[in-house]
């Protein structure tokens, strides 16, 4: 018998052959994009588009924006973010000598500027109107009527897409801003101090934003503050959780009363601390006179506001 000899195997790529495809880059532009739905951007780039139609003169560099241009412009706002080149100048990101080559591959800066200065997520000449209806109550004026269709389709995806675990975490967080906006928040305990107040329900294990809600404080600046506003916060981020959750909050938010609603209406329980100040902490708990440091009370709450 004749011995056969082994075919070597070679592979080649010639000029007018396609590159290899990479199946990992399709699975994480899916994922990206089943949370940002087409009728997302198609929302976002009609109302672009519109906008940059009405501007008079001609905004400088602009060219029509569809699905690709779109996809492009907010894949160099993530990758600005992945460099952390926030407060860096865009001029710096596109030079031939200093930036980074992928910004001027994907379109030109002057293109990008046109992009940023047109961009829109609603017709403005009806935003008016869409401010007197209301936002999520249906009442009162709706500060985010520039964004709300687009922000209540996004927030609508998070829950959808993600199962949390027995833990969840419900908090405050700022978002860094200091550009005009009607509900900018000043908090100085915070590292940025000024930005947008979002409270965020969080799965306490892998930090996945399961819901969120901005704040755009008092619905009317001459009316009264909002009662209750930490235990409808807690209540609204917390429908649809599977039955047997528990529930984490700072001072702010954790009262009773909001651990009798979750307990007897949805079967979570609330780990949290008290503020000193709350009306259903008993007297004795409250005065430290005389004790010793590091001693403890405890003391059984019977409803809402009664010791056992």
Request: hydrophobic share 35%; glycine share 10%.
């Amino acid at each position: 018998m004749k011995n056969k000899k082994k075919k070597k195997t070679t592979t080649s790529t010639r000029k007018d052959e396609a590159p290899p495809k990479r199946p990992w880059r399709r699975v994480e532009a899916s994922s990206f994009m089943a949370y940002f739905l087409p009728e997302i951007e198609d929302s976002v780039i009609a109302m672009t588009n519109l906008e940059a139609d009405r501007h008079r003169p001609a905004i400088d560099g602009w060219k029509p924006m569809g699905r690709v241009e779109f996809r492009a412009y907010v894949g160099l706002l993530v990758l600005a973010g992945v460099y952390r080149s926030r407060g860096e100048a865009c001029e710096r990101l596109w030079d031939a000598e200093s930036g980074r080559s992928v910004f001027r591959a994907a379109m030109p800066l002057k293109t990008f500027g046109a992009y940023s200065s047109a961009l829109r997520f609603d017709d403005r000449e009806t935003r008016q109107a869409r401010q007197g209806e209301g936002g999520e109550g249906g009442g009162g004026y709706d500060k985010l009527a520039p964004i709300r269709a687009v922000w209540d389709e996004w927030c609508t995806r998070l829950p959808a897409m993600y199962r949390p675990g027995p833990e969840v975490t419900v908090d405050e967080r700022l978002v860094p801003f200091r550009g005009r906006c009607p509900f900018r928040q000043y908090m100085p305990s915070k590292p940025a101090r000024y930005g947008i107040k979002i409270w965020v329900a969080c799965d306490a294990r892998s930090s996945y934003a399961w819901k969120m809600q901005v704040y755009t404080g008092k619905p009317d600046k001459r009316g009264p503050p909002e009662k209750h506003l930490a235990t409808r916060v807690v209540v609204d981020l917390t429908e649809g959780l599977e039955l047997g959750r528990n529930v984490t909050c700072d001072n702010f938010l954790t009262s009773c009363d909001l651990t009798d609603r979750l307990f007897h209406q949805r079967g979570h329980t609330v780990l949290g601390t008290l503020r000193s100040n709350r009306p259903e902490i008993p007297r004795q708990l409250r005065c430290i006179t005389g004790r010793a440091v590091g001693s403890v009370e405890s003391v059984v709450l019977s409803g809402s506001a009664g010791r056992g």
